[in-house]
């Protein structure tokens, strides 16, 4: 009987473990993601400051491009957060 239980127990300390790790993995994606957005909200607000006078100036198709970089920047770095956060997750899971 006493072997069941410590059978038992390994288990679910392993099942724990398993639930603590991906917890982690995903307030560290969390906190990345956040920090991807602050970063690109910064490049924004320091954008706004600077096109009003660019855009007094007629040149739109500069804020344009500025601003559509800013935004193709911050999604690429979103993607490549999620993709290392979906190879981190799928490497946790027990391979059953």
């Known amino acids: ?3 069941a239980n410590e059978d038992l127990r390994a288990r679910l300390q ?3 473990d398993v639930a603590a790790g991906l917890c982690r993995l995903g307030f560290t994606y969390g906190e990345q993601v956040t ?3 602050t970063e690109t909200m910064h490049k924004w607000v320091l954008q706004a400051e ?3 006078k660019v855009l007094l100036q007629g040149d739109i198709a ?3 491009a500025a601003s559509g970089r800013i935004a193709v920047d911050h999604w ?3 993607l490549s957060c999620t993709l290392e956060f979906q ?3 799928l ?3 027990p391979k059953r």
Request: net charge negative; proline share 4%; no cysteine.
């Open 1 to 3: 009987m006493q072997e």
């Open 76 to 78: 690429s770095a979103l």
């Open 50 to 52: 600077h096109d009003p």
């Open 62 to 64: 500069g804020f344009t």
């Open 87 to 89: 190879k981190a997750l």
């Open 14 to 16: 392993a099942n724990l």
């Open 35 to 37: 920090t991807l957005t």
């Open 91 to 93: 490497a946790a899971l």
